[in-house]
């Protein structure tokens, strides 16, 4: 096998691989994690994202070894970790562990936080290089509490990235940060882990947070996968209805694919829709229309009462109450430009646009 053979077969291999994995813990009756498949390609960024208690966490312990899964495989860069007759504990997993409260050593400055798990023949380059990357020269003295939050939080990543890790795991990275740190700092972590070229999976319940760092998300429910896709495709074309209304907001309604195929039947009138699945004409289904897809029209299309409305600044999020023909009233949620001039009260008449509504096949 030639260098490029070699070279070719180490990008396939992926760098996380869970299959089947089951997880209940001592005094449940109910799995918290509940036969959990995926993949995690190397140098990717897969966010785990669900409402607490929806087993993220544990799925994210299991990877690091702090929990033993009860059945099912996991490994790491092709090598088996944990299945019934293999396990091999944290600390020779190759994971650089993020913890929700960063976990610096308090008595330990910058420099030797960082250079905390660096073997020792190559740690002050190492450390250079790290302090670098997460842009801290000139702090390596500091202390912990001499630090702001968002440069806590680079030393923790620093710190896990110094060994080269197989996988870095963050969990819930950004919740102890204020909403405008928040978002710089989601930035900042999609920059860092991109340059080193690392592989991580972040825990996450804040939709934000995974659409804006996240190659893959892995969207999880009750202990299993509910859908796994790019940010993109899981905000326009989520495969449930929980999906649908936990990545983002989103207008549900029962439909009929129409004749033509491209449209659905509802209660609005045709609502025009790119992606139907090739559902047969007569195929019950629900849509999720989101609320950008809304868009006033000076006459005609469906008509509706604005219920309530709240400036945003980046938009007026808008209730529209639609009775005509409709029974039960339906309430409908639009983001609207924040220029449009619009109170509670007034008549409106709008079209739904086909680029943000997808068709959800259970019924």
Known sequence: MDAKQILSEVKTISAIELNLVVKTYLGSSEPAVKGISLSVDSGSIVTLLGPSGCGKTTTLRLIAGFERADSGEIKLAGKVVSDMSTWVPPERRGIGMVFQDYALFPHLNVRDNI???????????????????????????????????????????????????????????FSNLDADLRAQMRLEVKQIITAAGATAVLV?????DALSISDQIVVMRDGRVEQIGSPRDVYQHPESRFVAMFVGDSNIIPGIIGPDTKSIETTLGLVPCNHTHDLPPGQPVYLSIRPESIELTSEGSVEGVVESLSYTGQSVDVKIRVDQGVNPALILLAHLHPEEKVQRGDKLHFRIMPDFVAVIREH
């Open 115 to 173: 250079g905390f798990g660096c073997k020792s023949h190559q740690r002050a380059e190492r450390i250079r290089e790290i302090l670098a990357l997460v842009d801290l020269t000139g702090l390596e003295n500091r202390y912990p509490h001499e630090l702001s939050g968002g440069q806590q939080q680079r030393v923790a990543l620093g710190r896990a990235l110094a060994p080269h890790p197989v996988v870095v795991l963050l969990d819930e990275p």
């Open 204 to 208: 996450t319940h804040d939709q934000r």
